[in-house]
């Protein structure tokens, strides 16, 4: 479905070609000032054709909200958004070998098995413009995020190709281990990575690599992936629903959703597979002492969690809840599909086959592009997390103390022994003031 | 929240040491024949203590039928399995240092900040015990799967901390290019793969390492990681739910919803991104012939799609939409948390630090017993995405046919120029008659 | 929430001083033909302002899609539709005495303590306004069901006030038992009851005392109330979900979603309390032989139902399953909250009272307007249960034929006995061929 | 499905004849005492056989905690209750008659139509057993709702046949109108009702003639229905959610998925149509100063509302959100479809017809059974949408205040003017301090 998130729930809409594209987002928290000045700057880093290295194509994406505002304010109320297509019948797309062959590696095959309806952009939703819904979304999710806890989110390409900014080697099979990755996860911000457009790495020496990489395959009309990493900063303990929706599920459900994806991983990932327990497991140490941030959740008295690790291979996930170190993960982009080097296929039906050449100029590498998409929906991600255990927390602030004895009788298992033994730690609701 | 799926819709309920664990299962279709003896085994495959490698806690898993069956058969009515705990308060977990230290990696930390409520298991619902209601939901799901589409779910241990069996090389960043590899996935059964229990990994060589290695890391009462790549096969094309639920966005739900798992890839994955697109791009073909499977579909003569793919570095899914070539993905899993060796870390408090040493045997490597689980969260997938399917499918085939020219008015973008270059291509639609 | 159905989604926002008001209709069938020329008739019945009787504000309400079809056609992707509001800004609304007093009986309060934020129009979503984007999906869902199914949903005004077309007797507690009104909800159509706006009760006699009614109640400057009942006829058996979402329990939601709704009852409703079991038994008897209709269905060779009931109590539904004999259930609304009398009431803050007097003309009496906002609602319910039902029909199909004897073991419950008793009629699933 | 709720979200499983029947809880608000005495009592008021005057069949319907407790104390994770079904296979059920035809007005057809397999109790899941899910659930929603907000819930039987505790009358054609019934539904208590038993309502002279007319029609082998009326009280304001779950939306459907019924009326219901506006608006008090309840919400120092209603013909409910007043509605149920006399109708071939008569003493009047039930469904109404709203209130809390004047630009709609009668009240949110 088109719809993400339980208590945050976006539903979005629209395809190239259509008349508008936008979203509805259900749940956002009234009381909040919002206007279309908090959305637009992330809907123009998401925009194409901001350099020479990424498709020309330029579209405007004014957002315009249609409702759950008043003066500026948000009323509680869905806000409907809507950005208008401009070219609403490319003629790229509409020749008449596009019509014969379904692309390679694109959706337009999928779509027409799909739905049995063959659509003149091919696959219409799996279009990277569908990704404006969720981008206007998390705008708003962004604002509250910062606003209620000072969270931030920090996206970045860490790979092209080949090349990494971290490449795996054997004393750090995993950056989960390496301090200088550590060290940048604490302090990279937007401002630092977008000082890098068009390649969007926050190194300089790996931007211009990459930025020569991409050059390249631009050349020869060719195409190639990357990764981008992404760290949440400042998420509060205690996120994360399990079983099935913990912290990490949802980030994956989440990345995997954003269009060309091929990979995630949280924390240590695949890396970290190689590393032994001893070393990978990251022990608990005391909080430092730091100065509150300025955030609703600081001004309401939310304490901070007393413990942190050590170490974070854990990509500040345990269990599949937050732990209040930061999350960082990493997504693998595949090459675009859309090529200019000629390629062999078959036909629709099947009949015979003929080579397909896409004309116009294409995005050799998405990969920039995709950080604002990350950024997107991990804030969509972390909000939901965030509303749930904060409506938990909330129902149980209005129970009554625990006894430190239970006389529980028809369901203790384990006999007195088990009684005497037991534990029950009411301290450390995390966000709730002790009871 | 501890439900899964949309249509075939999974709840699970239960912690170590509470009386039972268990699911109830909505969607079932009526009129399967079911009965204990579809669920057991498996539940006996996930079920640890299968060797000296594994830990030895012997839990007998037998799973008992509530509802939902009668003489055999399903009624469509929500099915509730149990599994009785045996162990209902370990002894293992009861001693105070637990109670003092939460152990590093585990969940005890996060499920306190949590919930407020420490449990005497630690961290509960993050126990491996948890997925017993999650194999046998989906035991049921691949009955279904295969009575009525032929579809096999094979999953295998990929890798076993640096040891793989097909390590990334230069010709082959990703084994999605390696033509072993390809014809491995073709075929491989769980048979072929219990063959070398208990490392689960089809390869004499490979597994014979891998036991070593693991056994290495027992004797060093250490851990150690690994991967677990799954396949599965005979998918009926058009699955996938645009543009959230993607079928590898679940997937990657899915699999991150495992207990220890750290990173997904589908197809050419994290490797492919270093591989050009004009060798990446699967070209389309008409698909062989092949003889019908004895299945439901092909009966009802639902025909398989007419083109598939020369090559395979999709992973199955385009778009977010299956192709009908064979999905084949990989898991990364961290290496367990508990380990015997001693670690200093912080008490719940935080005010003073200690050494925390585990007692008992415990597991070196999960990634052999994650293979069912692997399974299972699959066959979960795929059934809630067929079900999606098959009912947009249903609902369309009641549609009149299509006429090839339709006056469009007010809807029409694009101009008299795109009504002329209009392509209705009503062919196609898999598992339904065409119009 | 503001979406409602799970397989037919609709997602609506807006109020009334924002910039528009619409919806997205997420899993719509590809394949339909659909412009707003099939939206825009059922628009404009729901609009205010037809006649002398209903408030005279004129919105034009053009619903104009913005995506989910291409050329005419449902893409299967999700629709959104918009209609701009025009009064962005009333005056009525704006004056000084609004923004002291919540308005008795209306939404201004309960918004106020629910959300913390105050609208400029109290309680906006509140407003009928709210119901467009209700009323614009519906017709996609009307057409589904009248093209796939023949399915056809008529509501009328049966009362206004104490005129009843059908008052309680000591003969006929309840309509379902009077041959007059089963005859009336047999036959009547939309075009009959439009014959009879702006009153829309489909009795010359009754409608003509029910417009003196309201004429007398607009003079008075007050209000009343009203009974709407709607059929819905065509529909096949086995729709509605046990055990929550009972067909009767969705309609129940949906109607009592409708601004000023206070009451329903389906079938013999709370007069049907007062009828003895033996006669509001409805007894099975043979289906009559009727020519098929001209619906996808029927030529799909989708069966009707082999019985149907004698007399229709019921209302079409048991056990929350339609029966395939007509639903037909009845609405209560209250008497319009805005009057043009004199009230006293409390400030917001509560430390003073005073008399509030509303300005301008209001409607005397909603019952008319309500009428398609009913059939919305009912086509929303409808749909929704039989996609679910028809996925549940086509999972269940792929499946191989029951034995008649079936070996089951473990799960039989009741012994030998049973199993010799056991009866596993596999006929009359509705919808599909027997296997 | 057989799902009930987004929060506290309830899934039951279970028919007659099989092992058991239950539930599973998830969302249920951790750190809370509960143990298999909560919950028992109401599970022994649902159960049949308490009087001669309904079923004797005798089902013990002990509850047993599988999950989700430890120590008498929720841990915040799923809930899972099992209750064991003694009569796994009654005889009187399994007779020949009752294989070859459809029950009158039961589910056994519709079952058989929807499902293609025929349960040997006919519709399984419609039978009257499956509710003991939801009340062994609901006894976990009303223990906090009662330790968090005070909030009591007491249903009532109001009428049995004709025979009604407040019939309507011209003067008052709903009970909202008379003090009698007012001043009933403040102080009624389980008690109270159940002082009543078998016929459960609370005035002496009603019960006794309601208990004659029960005896009268169960001499006779025929049955009778009758209504309950439920009375809400200390639910705070500003529950429910538009616009499609408002709060009468959700009763509504909570109250039609119980077996047998058959209408829903919230505050002056289906009477109230017949009063004219002018008397039925509730104009708006200052809410009376009285002694603050001993609950977590007071402790907490969350507020009362501020202003009250000086009638109640709301029902506690405006614009779908809650008011703080009393909520009160009433449910019509059937007569029940199992009577002793005979009956004529067809097989379920529909080839020929019989008379079928019921053997075994049957229930000829449900409705005091069904007063726990609507208690138990109304329970998981509200705290379904207490949690919605507290998780909203939580949200908003850790928002900065709201300026007075907000400099609001592209999304203020009216212009200048507009913005100078602005007014952003915002006090008033319920359950928070004020801001």
Redesign the interface.
């Given at each position: 479905?088109?719809?993400?998130g339980?208590?945050f729930?976006v539903?979005?809409?629209?395809?190239s070609?259509?008349?508008?594209?936008?979203c509805?987002v259900?749940?956002v928290?009234?009381?909040?000032?919002?206007?279309?000045?908090d959305i637009q700057p992330q809907m123009t880093r998401r925009r194409p054709g901001q350099s020479a290295l990424t498709t020309p194509r330029n579209e405007m994406d004014l957002v315009?909200?249609?409702?759950?505002?008043?003066?500026?304010?948000?009323?509680?109320?869905?806000?409907?958004m809507?950005v208008r297509n401009k070219d609403?019948?490319p003629h790229d797309y509409?020749n008449s070998t596009m019509?014969l062959?379904?692309r390679?590696?694109?959706?337009d095959?999928?779509?027409?098995?799909?739905?049995?309806?063959?659509?003149?952009s091919g696959?219409?939703?799996?279009s990277a413009r569908?990704t404006i819904g969720r981008v206007a979304a998390s705008t708003i999710a962004e604002k509250?995020l910062k606003?209620?806890?000072g969270i931030e989110i920090v996206a970045f390409v860490s790979?092209v190709?080949?090349l990494h900014m971290f490449p795996p080697s054997a004393t750090h099979?995993t950056p989960s281990t390496n301090p200088a990755f550590l060290s940048l996860i604490e302090t990279v911000t937007r401002e630092k990575v977008d000082a890098f457009v068009p390649v969007r790495c926050p190194d300089a020496a790996a931007s211009a690599k990459m930025a020569e990489l991409i050059a390249e395959?631009r050349d020869r009309h060719?195409?190639?992936?990357?990764?981008v990493t992404c760290v949440i900063r400042n998420v509060p303990?205690?996120?994360?629903?399990?079983?099935?929706?913990?912290m990490?599920?949802?980030?994956?459900?989440?990345?995997?959703?954003i269009?060309a994806?091929?990979?995630?991983?949280?924390?240590?990932?695949?890396g970290?597979?190689?590393?032994?327990?001893?070393i990978?497991?990251?022990?608990?140490?005391?909080?430092p002492e730091i100065p509150p941030l300025e955030?609703?959740?600081s001004k309401?008295g939310h304490p901070r969690?007393?413990?942190t690790?050590k170490t974070n291979?854990?990509?500040g996930?345990?269990?599949?809840?937050?732990?209040?170190a930061p999350i960082y993960f990493r997504v693998?982009?595949?090459?675009?599909?859309t090529?200019g080097?000629a390629?062999?296929?078959?036909t629709?039906?099947?009949?015979s086959?003929g080579v397909l050449e896409a004309k116009g100029r294409h995005d050799p590498c998405v990969v920039p592009r995709a950080v604002p998409i990350v950024e997107a929906m991990a804030a969509l991600v972390v909000i939901d997390a965030l509303?749930?255990?904060?409506?938990?927390?909330?129902?149980?602030?209005?129970?009554?103390p625990?006894k430190q004895t239970?006389?529980?009788?028809?369901?203790?298992?384990?006999?007195e022994?088990?009684?005497k033994?037991?534990?029950?730690?009411?301290?450390?609701?995390?966000g709730?003031k002790k009871?």
């Amino acid at each position: 479905m088109s719809t993400f998130g339980e208590y945050f729930r976006v539903t979005t809409y629209g395809e190239s070609h259509c008349r508008s594209v936008g979203c509805i987002v259900d749940g956002v928290p009234p009381g909040m000032e919002l206007t279309e000045d908090d959305i637009q700057p992330q809907m123009t880093r998401r925009r194409p054709g901001q350099s020479a290295l990424t498709t020309p194509r330029n579209e405007m994406d004014l957002v315009e909200i249609q409702s759950g505002t008043e003066f500026g304010v948000t009323l509680g109320t869905p806000i409907a958004m809507i950005v208008r297509n401009k070219d609403q019948r490319p003629h790229d797309y509409g020749n008449s070998t596009m019509d014969l062959y379904p692309r390679p590696s694109h959706a337009d095959w999928t779509y027409l098995e799909k739905y049995g309806v063959k659509a003149s952009s091919g696959g219409g939703r799996s279009s990277a413009r569908e990704t404006i819904g969720r981008v206007a979304a998390s705008t708003i999710a962004e604002k509250y995020l910062k606003l209620a806890h000072g969270i931030e989110i920090v996206a970045f390409v860490s790979s092209v190709g080949g090349l990494h900014m971290f490449p795996p080697s054997a004393t750090h099979p995993t950056p989960s281990t390496n301090p200088a990755f550590l060290s940048l996860i604490e302090t990279v911000t937007r401002e630092k990575v977008d000082a890098f457009v068009p390649v969007r790495c926050p190194d300089a020496a790996a931007s211009a690599k990459m930025a020569e990489l991409i050059a390249e395959f631009r050349d020869r009309h060719d195409s190639i992936g990357g990764t981008v990493t992404c760290v949440i900063r400042n998420v509060p303990s205690g996120l994360g629903e399990p079983c099935f929706d913990k912290m990490e599920a949802m980030l994956a459900h989440a990345m995997l959703s954003i269009p060309a994806s091929k990979g995630f991983e949280v924390g240590s990932g695949f890396g970290g597979c190689e590393v032994p327990g001893s070393i990978h497991n990251d022990a608990f140490i005391l909080a430092p002492e730091i100065p509150p941030l300025e955030t609703g959740a600081s001004k309401n008295g939310h304490p901070r969690p007393k413990l942190t690790t050590k170490t974070n291979n854990s990509g500040g996930i345990q269990g599949g809840i937050t732990n209040g170190a930061p999350i960082y993960f990493r997504v693998a982009f595949k090459p675009p599909a859309t090529i200019g080097l000629a390629q062999q296929t078959a036909t629709y039906d099947g009949d015979s086959d003929g080579v397909l050449e896409a004309k116009g100029r294409h995005d050799p590498c998405v990969v920039p592009r995709a950080v604002p998409i990350v950024e997107a929906m991990a804030a969509l991600v972390v909000i939901d997390a965030l509303m749930a255990q904060q409506a938990r927390q909330i129902s149980r602030s209005l129970l009554p103390p625990l006894k430190q004895t239970i006389p529980a009788r028809r369901t203790t298992v384990g006999g007195e022994d088990a009684i005497k033994k037991q534990h029950i730690n009411d301290h450390g609701v995390n966000g709730l003031k002790k009871e």
